[in-house]
């Protein structure tokens, strides 16, 4: 018991100090994602050591204090994602509804035909904007009823899992379909004119993962979110970034992110709202964001009914209050968060 309990402290930490190697390469950076997990694995680990291990009280001592400090590092990174700790972005304390936006973000699974019930979950959430993701022709076809009360849209079918449709009930203007980084990886790019007159600005991505079947490393996805950085950076709009953007919150390449964009996450404060993956309870991370510039204030954020694919749709409603930007901490770059982005965006994919 004593060997079995030195090798499973030995993985947690090996596994919790993998992504602290800054490599692209898939190995690396799939340890980002779960770390809600290896946490659970250490409080487990530290309980077993605590009534089993029967070895030296030195060997005891360190192999404790070694789990203990493990569990502080990972706590430390996780509690920022729940209720115990400050909201990065201020709730709306009043109603405005013309000046309010509500988005549905849903990574539809494009092998999955349930159709009638995404759309039953769109209808139920009664959004604004619509984004469905891995969207073939007949994800294209089955939601074309979604035009009778969004007529605003753009869709993008493909057959490469990166298909992407945009429905809005919004006026769209100037919307732009762009590839940023692959020839077969799009980005919607689009003014919204919200009810008020008011206009913003929303990307809408869903870069490659950095996973075996997909693609071996990281680069492309870093390098399309930290393009879009500087978009958001120079935009003289209010923005939103949504998508699925195949990286956990609390990830450093999302903190790199959100350091050059300037943009706030409302997940922060609030919770985790895991959308992935969907049928493995254990093995759920929050991979579907709708980050947003300091303009907005949060009104709710609510997590949908799975409809057979591998993502929840996730629903986020937030609200344009120009003043908020004077209120709320956008954290800053400094000067090796800004190298690492510059030599992340010039590398060859």
């Not at 869709?155 to 919307?175: A, V």
């Not at 922060?268 to 049928?279: L, S």
Request: glycine residues 2%; proline residues 6%.
């Amino acid at each position: 018991m004593n060997a079995f309990l030195i090798i499973f402290t030995a993985l947690i930490i090996l596994f919790t100090i993998i992504p602290l190697i800054r490599n692209d390469y898939w190995t690396f950076r799939v340890f980002d994602y779960p770390r809600l997990q290896k946490l659970t694995l250490s409080l487990i680990c530290m309980i077993l050591i605590i009534f089993y291990y029967d070895g030296p009280v030195i060997e005891y001592a360190i192999i404790l204090s070694i789990i203990s400090l493990n569990i502080i590092y990972l706590l430390y990174h996780i509690l920022p994602f729940t209720p115990l700790s400050k909201k990065q972005m201020l709730t709306a304390k009043r109603t405005d509804k013309a000046n309010t936006i509500n988005i549905v973000i849903a990574n539809v699974y494009q092998e999955n035909r349930n159709a009638r019930g995404c759309l039953t979950e769109i209808k139920n959430a009664d959004p604004d904007i619509v984004l469905l993701i891995e969207t073939d022709n007949f994800w294209a076809n089955a939601t074309l009823q979604l035009k009778e009360t969004h007529p605003y849209n753009r869709l993008i079918p493909l057959e490469n899992t990166y298909g992407m449709i945009l429905y809005s009930k919004l006026e769209l203007k100037n919307t732009e379909v762009k590839y940023m980084v692959e020839d077969d990886i799009p980005s919607i790019h689009t003014k919204v004119i919200l009810q008020s007159g008011e206009e913003i600005q929303l990307y809408a991505l869903h870069p490659t993962p950095p996973v075996p079947n997909e693609n071996v490393q990281s680069t492309e996805r870093d390098k399309e979110l930290l393009l879009t950085a500087d978009l958001c950076k120079k935009s003289k709009l209010p923005v939103i970034v949504m998508g699925d953007l195949n990286d956990v919150a609390w990830s450093y390449t999302t903190k790199l992110f959100l350091k050059m964009s300037g943009m706030l996450d409302p997940r922060i404060g609030r919770g985790f709202f895991n959308t992935f993956h969907a049928h493995y309870p254990f093995m759920r991370f929050p991979l579907d964001h709708a980050f947003a510039s300091p303009h907005f204030k949060f009104v709710y954020m609510k997590r949908l009914n799975n409809c057979g694919s591998d993502h929840f749709p996730i629903n986020v409603s937030l609200q344009l209050n120009k003043e908020a930007q004077f209120k709320q901490h956008v954290e800053k770059p400094d000067s090796d968060d800004i190298a690492e982005a510059n030599e992340k965006k010039q590398k060859t994919t």
